[in-house]
Nanobody, 119 residues
């Protein structure tokens, strides 16, 4: 069975950094695109960043561009999100999600890890 287990969230001050991890299992991790999606309190889901499988290309929401970096370690079946220069607006529950096939839809999600940016 597919499992995505996130970790690394926590409380951080504005301007600080945090690295999220998503341990994947139950599928051939290296052959699937992956994304990070977040949900702030009272708001809908917001796509944050994605990374392709084949060419490893990355993409980012404008709100995090230049501050966040997505990368993957296929040998460890792990997806990461390095978050720098964090802002209070980054406060959200962060999910890793597996893309279904080669589409922009997701068929599996992690449990989410909470990121709170506050002084």
């Amino acid at each position: 069975e597919v499992q995505l287990v996130e970790s690394g969230g926590g409380l951080v001050q504005p301007g600080g950094s945090l690295r999220l991890s998503c341990a994947a299992s139950g599928f051939t991790f290296s052959t699937y695109a992956m994304s990070w999606v977040r949900q702030a309190p009272g708001k809908g889901l917001e796509w944050v960043s994605g990374i392709n499988s084949g060419d490893g290309s990355t993409s980012y929401a404008d709100s995090v561009k230049g501050r966040f970096t997505i990368f993957r370690d296929n040998a460890k079946n792990t997806l990461y999100l390095q978050m720098n220069s964090l802002k209070p607006g980054d406060t959200a529950l962060y999910y890793c999600a597996k893309h279904q096939g080669s589409s922009w839809s997701y068929d599996y999600w992690g449990q989410g890890t909470q990121v709170t940016v506050s002084s």
